[in-house]
């Protein structure tokens, strides 16, 4: 991604309990983790993510980051301000405000590094920020570019990185021996031998040693970097987000820019598109965003969320499905199902001719789950793979099985269905969700939304459009309702799809929270949290709008604070914004106050088992565990 920022905003994903990690998910604005099984093992509770290296991954939870390994076990507590990936054994974190460091894995700090920011370690190196001007440190902090240049991006496996100077770009080693003149208007990353640049407001890409390989003259807002031999170009900006386009190695145009969305092409060449049905932010935030760093951008949407119309389109740029569907996915035979918003399904091959629909549907988690969707007289069911009937045919439409349930639709309304076939709720929501609390529980958190997919989206900036959100916990071993579906009203409703960890699953707890949209600078929702039992009995009150149960659980202490200043940061999410100021501190699992609420920069538990408290002025204090100065 070409941008001026060293630090990107990163889809949200992560991982917490004693599981191999396989893949991860996004819900919303938080994301979890699946095992190999697919099962899901964390349900989605962080903020922000590194992928993994080298077994470990930097995650983000309540504006704190910290290090888990694969196993989704803590293994660098949640203290920093800001966490990258290792790379040989070493990674760059930040301490506080102008405080930056390189650690080793057991968090033991290699050095103090003196600068204002610092990038993640590619290919060996790292940015860092000094005074408006970028250099590079190697993995043992050691300053190996001055900083000199007004703009940097990483370098690739290539060994050149590009930078700027004077207005101009050009590309360095590691030596800092200019290589490609600086020529360019832009320019970005080197990936599959190819870098873009820009002169004269066009575009085109170049080799490393500086020929030009598709020649500067692509019309577009910008160009990305190749991936599979397929590169992105942006053109204009509709609802809100950029139109995007494809074009070969030769410079060819694949496909003019009129997606908001492209996924991965696979092996065979095909990728599902997606074009916006609804903006995703509001025409007077344009002008706001374009005085910061940050880029109007889409951000990644999966198929069936009802945010774009969807289609199917080939590496060749043919679209063979149209943009018209709410969901695509591909059947194991390479059959596509298409299913339209009013949830009628129809089957493509791969030429984009209708097909006739499978006996049995078969999906990768139909495979795994044993249970297969069939269809007989106009309605949906469910098969095992001899073809006995296990969920009679009475649907109007159906989704695979995951974590044991499955949702399924009648008359425009959900529900969600177990194994038996037993409906769990009513039938009578238009959206409903359902996932495990962990892998190893029978509980199931279901989550149910009232009103229509344009709601939920017009909902980011219009609270009188936002749809009810009603939560409920089943327990699928006993085969009853635990806690009904919440029915308060719209600004208050308890969500229980927060999070919980094993130290509070050994007491059947759950971090809880009610929601109230809060018009300030900017609207966003406030939450307001604390725990309730696996029976919905409030055990410390939903009051904490920043509420960490997992930092200090070790010691069965749970950070908490309320944010008095923040910065809006991303148009894309109404809860993406940074903490400018907030009041920090900490309670017992009673609920008791250990450490008075108190406007600081945070709170950490040192080794020694005490907690620090620092303020802006650099002053600090300490406590023991039971709240008495030190």
Known sequence: MITRKLFSLFLLILVSVNVMAQSFFSEGTKAGLKDNAGRVVLQPVF????????????????????????????????????????????????????????????GGVVAQLPYEEVGNFVFGFARVLNDKKYGFIDKTGKEVIAPGYDGAENFSREGLAAVCR????????????????????????????????????????????????????????????????????????????????????????????????????????????????????EESMLYQLSKTDYKIETPHIPSGSGITNDGV?????????????????????GTFEVVDFNFKAAYFDSTGKKTAMPALINTAQAEKTGLYRYLAGGKWGYKDVQGEIIVKAKYDFAFDFNDGVARVISKNRSTIIDAAGKELIPI??????????????????????????STWIGGSYHPNLVPIFRYGLYDLSQGKEIIPLQT?????????????????????????????WTAAFVNYWKHSRGVIDYYGKEIIPLKYEIFDAMVFAPNERILV???????????????????????????????????????????????????????????????DLNGQPR
């Open 488 to 516: 308060k009203v719209l600004s208050f409703t308890v969500d229980l799809s927060e999070m919980e960890f094993q130290s509070l699953v050994q007491k059947e707890w759950i971090v809880a929270a009610t929601s109230k």
């Open 166 to 281: 004077e207005k101009k770009w050009g590309f360095i080693d590691k030596a800092n021996k200019e290589v490609i003149p600086f020529d360019y208007g832009n320019a970005g990353e080197f990936s599959e031998g190819l870098a873009p640049v820009m002169k004269n407001q066009k575009w085109g890409y170049i080799d490393s040693s500086g020929k030009e390989i598709i020649p500067i003259n692509l019309a577009y807002r910008k160009a990305y970097p190749f991936k599979n031999d397929i590169a992105e170009v942006a053109g204009s900006i509709t609802r809100g987000a950029e139109l995007r386009g494809l074009i070969d190695k030769s410079g060819k145009l694949i496909s003019r820019p009129m997606f908001h969305t492209i996924g991965s092409f696979s092996d065979d060449g095909f990728a599902v598109f997606g074009v916006l049905k609804y903006k995703v932010i």
């Open 428 to 453: 009578n929501y238009r959206n409903v969700f359902a996932r495990r609390l962990n892998v190893n529980s029978n509980l199931v958190v279901i989550t149910a939304y009232v009103g229509d997919n």
């Open 313 to 333: 389109i080939t590496d060749s740029g043919k679209i063979i499905i149209p943009a018209k569907y709410f969901f695509i996915q591909r059947l194991s035979d």
């Open 47 to 106: 903020d922000n993510y590194w992928n993994f290296t080298e077994g470990t991954a930097a995650v983000q939870h309540s504006n704190k980051w910290g290090y888990i390994d694969q196993a989704g076990r803590v293994t660098l507590a949640f203290s920093y301000e800001y966490a990258t990936p290792f790379f040989e054994g070493a990674a760059v974190v930040k301490l506080g405000d102008n405080k930056w460091a390189v650690i080793n894995k057991t």
């Open 561 to 623: 604070g309320e944010v008095t200043d923040r910065k809006y940061k991303n148009a894309f999410s109404v809860d993406n914004y940074q903490i400018t100021e907030a009041k920090y501190g900490v309670i017992d699992y009673s609920g008791k106050e250990i450490i008075p609420l108190a406007v600081c920069t945070g709170i950490a538990l040192l080794p020694n088992r005490t907690f620090e408290v620092s303020f802006k002025d650099g002053s600090k204090k300490t406590y």
